[in-house]
T-cell receptor, first 117, second 119 residues
Framework: AQKVTQAQTEISVVEKEDVTLDCVYE???????LFWYKQPPSGELVFLIR??????QNEISGRYSWNFQKSTSSFNFTITASQVVDSAVYFC??????????????FGKGTKLSVKP | DAGVTQSPTHLIKTRGQQVTLRCSPI?????VSWYQQVLGQGPQFIFQ???????GRGNFPDRFSARQFPNYSSELNVNALLLGDSALYLC??????????????????FGEGSRLTVL
């Protein structure tokens, strides 16, 4: 089965705290792609990162960092020194190689992050 | 440059009616995908079109149909609306379909969606 699980439904932090959003995926494919998207109240999904299954290097982009661990099928997302503007729903998503395409993302249920001033 | 545009933004229908949602992709993008996002859930894939041909279909009933026009814009049609069809319908475009694992950029550009309420 192809599945993405985001166990944290809602997280609330105070500004400047670090926060980690968890993502666990399931796929039978050896080649696959993982993504994180941000959905602000306006509704549109904003692309944050793509990672393929052969690249386990962690990535940092400003205050954002991602930890990909194939051994635990996890692709966690950390925001350092959170800001109010980070408040949004964050989705982890998967494209399996077999039967998947760039337009066919399998999303988790999302984690709603609230950053309070 | 304009992003992905969708219309209408909001609409209210009653059970049994039909609805048509429209999407204009980013200029130069030939692939359009449709997703349904029920409140509190992640988006679910409905269709993908590339060069006016259907490239993928999610697990949705035949009441859902779509098409892509020569200018790459797309329409999603839903017939015989049910209460459960109430959702945010998102359109996404990309420059290529990225099938067979060849996800070149992995980046879909999403519109802000059409929020459908079925009463």
């Amino acid at each position: 089965a192809q599945k993405v699980t985001q166990a944290q439904t809602e997280i609330s932090v105070v500004e400047k705290e670090d926060v980690t959003l968890d993502c666990v995926y399931e796929t039978r494919d050896t080649t696959y792609y993982l993504f994180w998207y941000k959905q602000p109240p306006s509704g549109e999904l904003v692309f944050l990162i793509r990672r393929n299954s052969f690249d386990e290097q962690n990535e940092i982009s400003g205050r954002y960092s991602w930890n990909f661990q194939k051994s635990t099928s996890s692709f966690n997302f950390t925001i350092t020194a959170s800001q109010v503007v980070d408040s949004a729903v964050y989705f982890c998503a998967l494209i399996p190689s077999y039967g998947g395409s760039q337009g066919n993302l399998i999303f988790g249920k999302g984690t709603k992050l609230s950053v309070k001033p | 440059d304009a992003g992905v545009t969708q219309s209408p933004t909001h609409l209210i229908k009653t059970r049994g009616q039909q609805v048509t949602l429209r999407c204009s992709p980013i200029s130069g993008h030939k692939s359009v995908s449709w997703y349904q996002q029920v409140l509190g859930q992640g988006p679910q894939f409905i269709f993908q079109y590339y060069e006016k041909e259907e490239r993928g279909r999610g697990n949705f009933p035949d009441r859902f149909s779509a098409r892509q026009f020569p200018n790459y814009s797309s329409e999603l049609n839903v017939n015989a609306l049910l209460l459960g069809d109430s959702a945010l319908y998102l359109c996404a475009s990309s420059s290529n379909p990225g099938t067979g694992g060849s996800v070149n950029t992995g980046e879909l550009f999403f519109g802000e969606g059409s929020r459908l309420t079925v009463l």
